[in-house]
C-alpha cells in the first residue's frame, strides 16, 4: 500500500532565503570595498607625509651646504632642479634626493612643486605654524605646493601633521588647504 509521507522533504531553498542571503553577501562586499578604499585612501596620506620628510632632510643638507633655500620644479630642466639635477653654485654636494622629483609623487594625480618660499605665485601670505592667529613663517622657506586634492584627503594629511593645533584646520599649522582650487600647501623646512 503506498505510504504518503505526512511532511514533504524540502529540497532547495525559499524565496526568502535566497533574497536574505544575498542581502548578506550585498554587506559583506560593501564592508570589503569600504576598508580597502580607507586603505588607499591611507596609503597616499603617508605617501605624502613621507615625501614631506624626505624633502625635509633633503631642504635641510641643501640649505646648510649653500646657505640657500632650494626649489624642485617636477617636470622641469636640470637648473629648476636645485635637490636631485647637478649644481654649480658654491657648497652644493648633492644630489640631495634619489630621484627628481615628478608629477607621479603627487598620489591625488594633480601637480607638484617644491618652492623656496612661502608666497610663491601669491597663493599665501605666510603660515601660523602655532595657530596663534599670527603667520609668523613668511618669505624664504620650503614649502611643498600639490595640486588636485580633495579636501577629504587634504584633512587627512592636516591630521597626522598638524595635530593638536588650534585654529581652523586649513589655515593654522604646516599643513594648509584652500577648497576653491583644491590646492594643499605644505611648510618643509625653514
Ligand atoms: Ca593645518
Known sequence: MHHRPTRSVRSGFS??????????????????????????????????????DNLRTACA???????????E???????????SGTQTNTGWRGPYIESPLTAAQNPFGGSIHLYNTVTANGWLTGFDCDGDGTEEVTGSANMLWLSGVSSAAAQ???????????????STGRVRYTSGNSQLYVLVYR
Open 61 to 71: 643638507a641643501h640649505h646648510v651646504d649653500t646657505g640657500s633655500y632650494a626649489y
Open 15 to 52: 524565496l526568502l532565503e535566497i533574497i536574505v542571503a544575498i542581502a548578506i553577501l550585498a554587506t559583506l562586499v560593501g564592508v570589503v570595498a569600504m576598508n580597502a578604499g580607507g586603505a588607499v585612501e591611507r596609503g597616499k596620506t603617508s605617501k605624502v607625509s613621507q615625501l614631506v
Open 156 to 170: 587627512a594629511i592636516d591630521n597626522s601633521i598638524d595635530a593638536g593645533i588650534g585654529g581652523t584646520w586649513s
Open 73 to 83: 620644479y617636477s617636470g622641469y630642466a636640470t637648473a629648476y632642479r636645485k635637490l
